[in-house]
């Protein structure tokens, strides 16, 4: 298994590691830094040495493929992960910002994407909030509050017994490995998440809705950007 450095420190750019191996799927590290796609948060790119990184995704048996272009390192090599850490970090301030949308508008959600500059949540909505600057603000308000980030774990058998923790209906939360990591945000949200945040809400920023838009008859998809 790839030791996932991200989770233990989420704001590490960069580590030394030593190549596992190396196939046309991908480079496998001993350790990493790098986050693989999931949970609607993209996978990190960057560099291995003098290969470029365009994609990170989940491999076999716990295993994290680095998608590499140019000139590969050989296996047992020690190279340098180094991050994009800009959009790493953009990813990381719209991940939090979404737990705390799920907050400001309590509903199930139905779907979801992060990206660096614009993301969004769906919601099992079936009619468009009345009061849409509301919500906005009330998000502002939770972000200026400068509220601690930290996580905890539970067991698999503790998040069954809990079902309502999981705010999430297309995506469930890993199981299967015994535990679960729970994302807590001051006092007002606890979830199941396995990506990458920050430390406390005051780094996410301002931002601002954008549109609100039907994506079927109980479906409204709420866009958030940066402001």
Known sequence: MTELLFRDDATLGWCEASVVSVTSAGVVLDRTVFYPAGGGQPGDVGTLDMANVHDTVKGEDGTILHLCEGELPGVGETVTATLDWDRRFAHMRMHTALHLLSVAIPLPVSGGAIGAEK?????????????????????????????????????????????????????????????????????IDLQPCGGTHVASTAEIGPVRLGKIEKKGKRNRRVNLHFA
């Open 119 to 187: 993301s969004r949540l769906d919601f099992d909505m079936p009619e468009a909030p009345e009061d849409r600057d509301a919500i906005e603000r009330a998000l502002n308000e939770m972000i200026e509050a400068d509220l601690p980030i930290t996580e905890e774990w539970i067991t698999d058998e503790e998040l069954a017994a809990n079902p309502g923790m999981v705010k999430t209906m297309s995506v469930q939360p890993p199981k299967g490995q015994g535990r679960v990591r729970l994302v807590r945000i001051g006092e």
